[in-house]
Each structure stands twice: as C-alpha cells, then as structure tokens.
C-alpha cells in the first residue's frame, strides 16, 4: 500500500522560510517521479516543483530561485525547501509520486500560510 505523508506546513511569515517533507511508503522515491502541487482556495491545483527519477527538476515560473526539490532516497523523503515565501505561495501544498509502473498516488496535503 502507498502512502505519501506530507508534513512542515505552517504559519510563515512573508519573506520566511519554511521546508516541507513528504515521506513515502510502499513506493521507492529513487524510481518515482515526485512532485509537489499546491491549490490555493478557488483555485486550480497546479504544480510547484518536480523531480524525476534520474534527478532531473523543474519548477514553476513563480517558484524558480526561491524554492527548491530535493530527495532523500534512504529516508523515502522528498523535501520542498521552500525561501523569500511571498503572501500568493499560501495554499494547501500536496505531494504527488508517479510511479515507475506509471500509477499515479496523492497525499492528503499540508497547509501554508502566509503572514504579510
């Protein structure tokens, strides 16, 4: 059974730092593809930061310098270290793992808030 268990989320305030964690079980971070998503009330769910199985990321426009994906394959842990937070990063932020046998698994999501 996979279980995506996202954790971190809090209060943080405008141009704080805050790092979310996202542990995996039942599925190898290592040969998964890891994304981190995030919807804001009203909005559409979309994607912050993602990292391929072979290392390779990608972010966002509105993320790029501030955040970053990182993965720790012996702790099953995908991090968000996320920097510079600005009042729209505020949203629920979920983990998302697309498994090499192309089965895709969801987290119930930590919150974020930002304080201006």
């Known amino acids: 059974q996979v279980q995506l268990v996202e954790s971190g989320g809090g209060l943080v305030q405008a141009g704080g730092s805050l790092r979310l964690s996202c542990l995996a079980s039942?599925?190898?971070?290592?040969?998964?593809?890891i994304g981190w998503y995030r919807q804001a009330p009203g909005q559409q769910r979309e994607l912050v930061a993602r990292?391929?199985?072979?290392?390779?990321?990608n972010y966002a426009d509105s993320v790029k310098g501030r955040f970053t994906i990182s993965r720790d394959n012996a702790k099953k842990t995908v991090y968000l270290q996320m920097n510079s937070v600005k009042p729209e990063d505020a949203a629920v932020y979920y983990c998302?793992?697309?498994?090499?046998?192309?089965?895709?698994?969801w987290g119930s999501g930590t919150p974020v808030t930002v304080s201006s």
């Open positions: 998302n793992a697309l498994s090499w046998y192309n089965r895709e698994y």
């Open positions: 039942g599925i190898a971070v290592s040969t998964s593809a």
């Open positions: 990292i391929t199985a072979g290392g390779s990321t």
